[in-house]
Nanobody, 122 residues
Framework: QVQLVESGGGLVQAGGSLRLTCAAS????????MGWFRQAPGKEREFVAC???????YYKDSVKGRFTISRDNNRNTLYLQMDSLKSDDTAVYYC????????????????WGQGTQVTVSS
């Protein structure tokens, strides 16, 4: 059974930084595309970023240049470095894993974490 556990969320002022971590257990996910999604109150869950097993990365336009996704396959861990945070970034952030090529779709992801809250105060 695969488990994904996110950590690193919290309350930060606008312009600040946070680093999210997603620790995987149960199986090695090095061959999976790993992604970060977020869901704000009253909104649908949306794609934020993903990283393929090759290391190729993809980002939502509004986070390009501010967020950086990375992975450590030796530790079976995924990261999201978030800089220059804005109030619009406030949401619950989820990590997820997929073998699909449709990397920005929530329905493509098989494994999900429970989420970590990120709150950015203006």
């Amino acid at each position: 059974q695969v488990q994904l556990v996110e950590s690193g969320g919290g309350l930060v002022q606008a312009g600040g930084s946070l680093r999210l971590t997603c620790a995987a257990s149960g199986r090695t996910l090095s061959s999976y595309t790993m992604g970060w999604f977020r869901q704000a109150p009253g909104k649908e869950r949306e794609f934020v970023a993903c990283i393929r097993s090759s290391g190729a990365t993809y980002y939502k336009d509004s986070v390009k240049g501010r967020f950086t996704i990375s992975r450590d396959n030796n530790r079976n861990t995924l990261y999201l470095q978030m800089d220059s945070l804005k109030s619009d970034d406030t949401a619950v952030y989820y990590c997820a894993g997929t073998m699909s090529i449709a990397v920005s779709s929530t329905t493509s992801y098989r494994y999900w974490g429970q989420g970590t809250q990120v709150t950015v105060s203006s």
